[in-house]
């Protein structure tokens, strides 16, 4: 290998280091709750947020929650509803949009559930959690750490933004 094939090797090295470094500044998380009970319909339902349990770097005011860098982002949410249900969505809103739906169990009779969201975010997305129950109910508190903890909202970062070259 010739001696510029080897520095250009080098360089090139590098380069993929500090795109790892760039992409690997994470820390951004946010765990919210309910202190009181909501009603959830049929219709579907955006949870409203009243407490903050740990959060860094998002912010949040009720139901909306602003991710402050784009990035790749897991968001869970368990629940416990008054009521067992034979179904119940949960529906990931950015923007005003509906992005995800994902089951929380379907076709049983069941009122604790949760859900697991892995989206790419973008820097100022605004997102809510949606319920759409098989029945009217109460979405419950209870306290995290507890049994069938409810309403908990985790959102981790996963990653920050990743610049993929492909000629590399």
Do not use: C
């Not at 629940?79 to 949009?97: E, H, P």
């Amino acid at each position: 290998m010739s001696r510029s094939a080897m520095l250009n090797a080098v360089v090139q090295n590098q380069l993929k280091i500090a795109d790892i470094e760039s992409a690997e500044e994470v820390g951004a998380v946010l765990t919210l709750t309910r202190t009181a009970t909501q009603a959830i319909t049929t219709a579907g339902t955006t949870i409203v947020w009243q407490s903050e349990i740990r959060g860094y770097q998002i912010e949040w005011s009720g139901s909306d929650i602003t991710i402050p860098a784009t990035g790749w982002y897991m968001v869970s949410v368990a629940t416990l509803l008054s009521v067992a249900q034979n179904d119940l969505l949960y529906r990931i809103i950015v923007n005003g949009t509906s992005v995800q739906v994902v089951p929380g169990f379907g076709d049983v009779n069941r009122s604790a559930s949760s859900a697991v969201f892995m989206r790419h975010f973008i820097e100022d997305d605004v997102l809510a959690i949606n319920l759409i129950p098989s029945a009217n109910a109460n979405l419950n508190v209870v306290a995290e750490n507890g049994a069938a903890e409810s309403p908990i909202l985790n959102i981790v970062q996963l990653s920050g933004e990743v610049d993929v070259d492909e000629d590399v």
